[in-house]
């Protein structure tokens, strides 16, 4: 009930064309839905989140649409360039008092070719 | 204003060692959690720390422990060590529970 699936593995893209990564959840306690980028060698970094009440957030070319009634997820990536090529992973969040424990997907890997 | 940083960056020991790993927080943060990434897979939490104690835990045996320091720094040590300890563990801070940021790991490899 714990895990976060993520699909598909890795993923090629087009310079230009939509990255799409999708991940699916059991527990409905998830409060909370991260999404991270993680470069070879490097620690993961936060690219955008949101919270279960929101179906869709935009930060620039990084779109999160949330589908709650399917308990699933996705990261659009809009215009990918060869430097959106990384590791991506989902993640959501149980919260308790202070604390919270993120559980995260497989990850993607992400090609995208110039 | 400085990141997360851990120390060592990478690291080697053998069966049965210990091994104590370092992280000092994001300016600001008062919350660290530590983490455990085999290769190819996604981190799995080990456990957090908050006002100096351990608040939640993971799926990981006592052999796993922490602490946390009044500057809000941490450790996390590793007793008895096995060949599937080899990971990259991650530090992540935060202010309570708010958005979590990662340090850029300290590779572990035990021969």
């Given at each position: 009930?714990?895990?976060?699936?993520?699909?598909?593995?890795?993923?090629?893209?087009?310079?230009?064309?939509?990255?799409?990564i999708?991940?699916?959840?059991?527990n409905?306690?998830?409060?909370?839905?991260?999404?991270?980028?993680q470069?070879?060698?490097k620690?993961?970094?936060?690219?955008?989140?949101?919270?279960p009440?929101?179906?869709e957030?935009?930060?620039?070319?990084?779109?999160?649409?949330?589908?709650?009634?399917?308990?699933?997820?996705?990261l659009?990536?809009?215009?990918?360039?060869?430097?959106?090529?990384?590791?991506?992973?989902?993640?959501?969040?149980?919260s308790?008092?202070?604390?919270?424990?993120?559980?995260?997907?497989?990850?993607?890997?992400?090609?995208?070719?110039p | 204003?400085?990141?997360?940083?851990?120390?060592?960056?990478?690291?080697?020991?053998?069966?049965?060692?210990?091994?104590?790993?370092?992280?000092s927080?994001?300016?600001?943060?008062?919350?660290?959690?530590?983490?455990?990434q085999?290769?190819?897979?996604?981190?799995?939490?080990?456990?957090?720390?908050?006002?100096?104690?351990?608040?939640?835990?993971?799926?990981?045996?006592?052999r796993f422990?922490?602490?946390?320091?009044?500057?809000?720094?941490?450790?996390?040590?590793?007793?008895?060590?096995?060949?599937?300890?080899?990971?990259?563990?991650?530090?992540?801070?935060?202010?309570?529970?708010?958005?979590?940021?990662f340090?850029?790991g300290?590779?572990?490899?035990?021969?």
């Open positions: 009930q714990q895990q976060v699936k993520q699909s598909p593995q890795s993923l090629i893209v087009q310079k230009g064309g939509i990255s799409i999708n991940c699916a959840y059991e409905t306690a998830f409060d909370y839905f991260p999404w991270y980028q470069f070879p060698g620690g993961p970094a936060l690219l955008i989140a949101i919270r009440d929101v179906s957030k935009k930060e620039g070319r990084f779109t999160i649409s949330f589908n709650k009634s399917a308990k699933q997820f996705s659009h990536i809009m215009d990918s360039q060869p430097g959106d090529s990384a590791t991506y992973f989902c993640a959501a969040a149980l308790s008092g202070s604390a919270r424990q993120l559980t995260f997907g497989s990850g993607t890997q992400l090609t995208v070719l | 204003d400085a990141g997360v940083t851990q120390s060592p960056t990478h690291l080697i020991k053998t069966r049965g060692q210990q091994v104590t790993l370092r992280c927080p994001k300016s600001g943060h008062d919350t660290v959690s530590w983490y455990q085999a290769l190819g897979q996604g981190p799995q939490f080990i456990f957090q720390y908050y006002e100096e104690e351990e608040r939640q835990r993971g799926n990981f045996p006592d422990s922490g602490h946390q320091f009044p500057n809000y720094s941490s450790e996390l040590n590793v007793n008895a060590l096995l060949l599937g300890d080899s990971a990259l563990y991650l530090c992540a801070s935060s202010l309570g529970r708010i958005s979590q940021y340090g850029p300290t590779r572990l490899l035990v021969l």
